[in-house]
């Protein structure tokens, strides 16, 4: 499965696991793919504190981490981040906070202990992404950067490349794909809309071919559905040059996840997702639930753009996070994750999981083998 | 490429071709694949005249045959069709009918000659589906038959088996496969939601594995985005023992389309669809255009449920497709397509296509022997 990515990276298998628990990131990079640390919404500090972990628990192998390098915003100019973040407060209206916070507390979600409204930009700021980013190039068992969302600037991409590492971002549209290889990174993650977290329209099956026609030499990783070595056989067969994973490691046992969080998705099926606007503005596909239900009526307020909605439900997003297991916070919790959930019924832990990918990928090829066309 | 379903069926390649063209029909299955017309919306006499022509022109290719054979509505007992028929009428206000006429009449579609208004159930019931399914059952050359939705009643099932054909069903969720399954069809053809015509939501990334997975030994054929060899490969590698296909073939030269159809076809990107409920009441996938987006405003009616909203756009359906070339018609004509109309951009002839399809499936599979895993 070693091809030049893999080289590239130090790895054995083009599987990068997208997750936010330290744990998992080193058990996949330990068992041969690359683990990737989601580290939006993090402090500087906090993620030094991850990486610090990581660092003294991997030995030598690679991993990856995912931030949000955003464009800069227009009319920033000379503007502060406090002074942006306070005219984009101008744009919340009340209604939408006071619907959020009674959305939370109808479903007996505690508030912090300390009285605190812990709301804000959550790292969508060009202020916040550089000192993370920054953190992460100290590291050198740290081999790649995402970006989370669109092309990052191109002093940004320097800087990664410059730094001997590689830089990639997601894309939903052929014309997203196109403008990160305009821009010069050295992978593109396509995700289908089957995909959790921010996801666009079209299929996976439809979306891969089309992206890997676009990209070229620039090597694709598919996302999106990517729960089992059929999956991955799929992906490569299309000309993916790995696949990028999530759903799939939510539950292992190296996750940090409440008992209550867990048994959602556990339990969830395939047809237990929507893509909603309700927590950042952007179409983002997580379980549903009451929260997803309530912010769809004719009735309650609608959603509104991405940063905006963010700063209306920031605080929500932490609440039911930390407060998974209390009351009715799952009929409220921001769950993302992918329609790939519904195959995913019990916890196991990373290395029976990359053995599985492994283990049923060689079967699908050996499928294939046994059906080749007399022409 | 062979496999048991090819040995039943007496074909080289597992690939089937949904259409509505005879022409197609034929060209597929002298082509090594297998033509299957689809019938919905047929008069017993059309339907005649088709299967006389294909039998002429197909030698000793098979071929095979999708209506809609549903189960009985409730509350039908004795009533005839025309009895129930005239019941469903009641059902449909008439701002709804005053609604659609005036989208066709502002987009300047033509009335019929003869100032009728051809409106009626089109098929969708047991009436129609009868005589329809009995006239199949005279063809030697037809070796199988397609529910177009819904598991078939007992009685139609074992029509066509003790005729000693194959009868399959088409499932968008794991529910409707094993209701398939347990009613002892011979195949399912799984949709994914990237799919033409109806289709429901989950990704086909996701969905194939576990319908494969939920059928076991009933053979799965994969639907939804197969447009190219590396699909077929996807497909092939999840489980499937074949591949059911649509859009391919909407736009070939042996199909019956009117020119300005077949531009908008080409020209569509996958992003230019849409599921939409506004012509058969049942979410469908279609180009998007005014129609689709006028029934969607809030201002304007909302479409109702199924057969009732079949009954008010039927006439819209027939003359969008009779009038195609006239006046702003594509801003209102009813295209069902998949997301996969993006990546086919010409038009080319049914051997080309199965030729490309083949080649690029050798080439896939070359792809995945190349990057197998040292474990």
Redesign the interface.
């Known amino acids: 499965?070693?091809?030049q990515l893999c080289e590239q990276l130090g790895i054995?298998?083009p599987i990068f696991a997208f997750t936010h628990c330290r744990d998992v990131v080193v058990a996949v990079s330990k068992a041969g793919g690359i683990g990737v640390l989601g580290a939006v919404g993090f402090s500087p500090e906090q993620l030094k504190e991850e990486l610090d972990w990581i660092d003294a628990h991997i030995g030598d192998k690679p991993y990856g981490v995912d931030i949000v390098i955003p464009e800069k915003y227009e009319g920033m100019g000379d503007m502060t981040a406090e002074e942006m973040e306070e005219q984009l407060w101008k744009m919340v209206p009340q209604g939408h906070m006071d619907f959020a916070q009674k959305l939370l507390s109808d479903a007996g979600v505690p508030e912090w202990p300390d009285g605190t409204n812990s709301m804000g930009l959550m790292g969508w700021t060009d202020a916040t992404a550089t000192p993370l980013l920054e953190e992460a190039l100290t590291r050198p068992g740290c081999r790649m950067i995402a970006n989370a969302l669109g092309t990052p600037p191109a002093d940004k991409i320097k800087m990664v490349q410059d730094s001997g590492r590689l830089i990639g971002a997601l894309c939903g549209?052929?014309k997203q794909a196109l403008a990160h290889k305009a821009a010069g990174l050295d992978f593109v993650v396509a995700q289908?809309?089957?995909g959790g977290g921010h996801t666009g329209?079209?299929?996976?099956?439809?979306?891969w071919?089309?992206i890997v026609d676009a990209l070229g030499d620039t090597p694709m990783l598919a996302a999106?559905?990517?729960?089992?070595g059929?999956?991955i056989?799929?992906?490569?067969?299309?000309?993916a040059a790995g696949v990028w994973t999530g759903s799939l490691w939510l539950t292992v046992e190296e996750a940090h996840i409440e008992e209550a969080q867990r048994d959602s998705l556990l339990n969830a099926?395939?047809?237990d997702t929507i893509r909603s606007r309700s927590w950042t503005g952007k179409t983002c596909r997580m379980l549903k639930n009451e929260w997803t239900e309530a912010w769809e009526r004719?009735d309650t307020p609608d959603p509104l753009g991405m940063p905006l909605q963010g700063m209306v439900t920031s605080d929500g997003m932490r609440r039911t996070a930390t407060y998974a297991n209390v009351g009715e916070c799952q009929k409220v919790a921001f769950n993302p994750c992918?329609?790939?959930i519904?195959?995913i019924g019990e916890q196991e832990n990373v290395r029976t999981v990359m053995f599985n990918l492994?283990?049923e990928?060689?079967d699908?090829?050996e499928?294939?083998?046994n059906?080749?066309?007399?022409?």
């Open positions: 499965m070693k091809n054995d298998y549209k052929v289908g809309g089957e329209e079209i299929g996976s099956v439809v979306l071919p089309q999106g559905g990517i729960g089992n059929r999956q056989a799929s992906a490569l067969a299309m000309g099926t395939s047809e004719p992918g329609q790939v519904g195959q492994l283990s990928y060689v699908a090829v499928r294939l083998n059906l080749m066309p007399e022409t």
